[in-house]
């Protein structure tokens, strides 16, 4: 197992926030409805856009957009209310955060 650091931060930025949260709930959503896609694919009626459900090789290849699109709204209003929550957090006690250090290409080289 990886040594793990902490650092301890007064606040964090929000831009990091952003990425962070974004980017898990996109990558999640992408995720979830390629699968529902990929159901979709057989004829499950589980994907629907504008009223109407998507099925077939098309349902395929629009679940991912779908997911993606979801995933950068959902991580916007999410983060919104981390970043609110985490200042209002700092006020009163620093942060703590857990990290494992990236290893250098000369670490890499010599293991």
Do not use: H
Not at 35 to 61: H, M, R, S
Not at 95 to 101: D, G
Request: charged share 10%; aromatic share 12%; with cysteine.
């Amino acid at each position: 197992m990886k040594n793990t650091e902490t650092l301890v931060v007064s606040r964090v930025r929000g831009s990091s926030i952003v990425k962070l949260i974004v980017l898990g709930s996109v990558v999640g959503c992408s995720a979830i409805t390629t699968l529902f896609g990929i159901a979709a694919l057989f004829g499950a009626e589980v994907l629907q856009w504008n009223g109407q459900y998507v099925t077939g090789i098309k349902a395929l290849i629009t679940s991912p957009f779908i997911g993606a699109f979801f995933g950068v709204v959902f991580g916007l209003f999410s983060s919104l209310f981390t970043y609110v929550g985490l200042r209002v957090y700092s006020l009163f006690r620093g942060l703590s955060v857990e990290y494992v250090p990236a290893q250098s290409s000369a670490d890499t080289a010599s293991e």
